[in-house]
Antibody, heavy 119, light 108 residues
Framework: QVTLRESGPALVKPTQTLTLTCTFS??????????VSWVRQPPGKALEWLAL???????YYSTSLKTRLTISKDTSKNQVVLTMTNMDPVDTATYYC???????????WGQGTLVTVSS | DIQMTQSPSSLSASVGDRVTITCQAS??????LNWYQQKPGKAPKLLIY???NLETGVPSRFSGSGSGTDFTFTISSLQPEDIATYYC??????????FGGGTKVEIK
C-alpha cells in the first residue's frame, strides 16, 4: 500500500525559507522509475507542479520557480524534502507530494498541507 | 514552457448527461497527457494516463482521447459522485510538467 504524507509549518513569514518533508511508504525511491514530485495549489486555483526527484537523484524544477527551489531525498528514511526560499504571500497554498512513476503521471498523492505566508 | 489550455472552465449538466472537456497543448505532446479528478478538500486522483488509458479501478464511464495538441475527456453518463474539478497534465517536457487550468463540473 502506497502512502505519502506531507509535514511542515502551517505558517511562515514573508522572506523566510519554507521546508517541507514528504514521508512515504509502499515503494522505494531507489527503484528504477520511481520519482517523487511536489505540486501546490493556491486556494481556489489550479494545480502547479514545482519539482521532481528521481531514483537516480536527478532533479527537475519548475522553470518559473527554479531559483527558489531545492529538492532532495533520503532514501534510507523514505523522505523527500523541498525547500523554497524567500516566501511571499502569493506562495500561500496547499502543498502536495506525489509519487511520479517514470516521470509521467502522479499516481499516488499525499493529503496535502496548507502553508500560509503572512506576517 | 508548454501551455495547456483547458475548456470550459466550468460546466453544469444533469445526471445522465454526456460531459466533454477539452485540453489543448501549445505544441505537439504526442499522447503524453493525463487527466485527474479533484473533489473539494481532497488530493487529485489519476483517472486517465497516456491520453486514453483508464487507471485501474476507475469507472468505465470515464474516457480520454486525442494526440498531438488536442485532447478530450468524456464522462459518458454524469453521476452525482462525479462532481469535482478535472485537470489535464502534460509530461512531454520535463522542464515543465504542466497542468491545465481545470474544469469545475456541477450538477444542474
Amino acid at each position: 500500500q502506497v502512502t505519502l504524507r506531507e509535514s511542515g509549518p502551517a505558517l511562515v513569514k514573508p522572506t523566510q525559507t519554507l521546508t517541507l518533508t514528504c514521508t512515504f511508504s509502499g515503494f522505494s525511491l531507489s527503484t528504477s522509475g520511481m520519482c517523487v514530485s511536489w505540486v501546490r495549489q493556491p486556494p481556489g486555483k489550479a494545480l502547479e507542479w514545482l519539482a521532481l526527484i528521481d531514483w537516480d537523484d536527478d532533479k527537475y524544477y519548475s522553470t518559473s520557480l527554479k531559483t527558489r527551489l531545492t529538492i532532495s531525498k533520503d532514501t534510507s528514511k523514505n523522505q523527500v524534502v523541498l525547500t523554497m526560499t524567500n516566501m511571499d504571500p502569493v506562495d500561500t497554498a496547499t502543498y502536495y507530494c506525489a509519487r511520479t512513476f517514470n516521470l509521467q503521471n502522479f499516481d499516488y498523492w499525499g493529503q496535502g498541507t496548507l502553508v500560509t505566508v503572512s506576517s | 514552457d508548454i501551455q495547456m489550455t483547458q475548456s470550459p472552465s466550468s460546466l453544469s449538466a444533469s445526471v445522465g448527461d454526456r460531459v466533454t472537456i477539452t485540453c489543448q497543448a501549445s505544441q505537439d505532446i504526442s499522447n503524453y497527457l493525463n487527466w485527474y479528478q479533484q473533489k473539494p478538500g481532497k488530493a487529485p486522483k489519476l483517472l486517465i494516463y497516456d491520453a486514453s488509458n483508464l487507471e485501474t479501478g476507475v469507472p468505465s464511464r470515464f474516457s480520454g482521447s486525442g494526440s498531438g495538441t488536442d485532447f478530450t475527456f468524456t464522462i459518458s453518463s454524469l453521476q452525482p459522485e462525479d462532481i469535482a474539478t478535472y485537470y489535464c497534465q502534460q509530461y512531454d517536457n520535463l522542464l515543465s510538467l504542466t497542468f491545465g487550468g481545470g474544469t469545475k463540473v456541477e450538477i444542474k
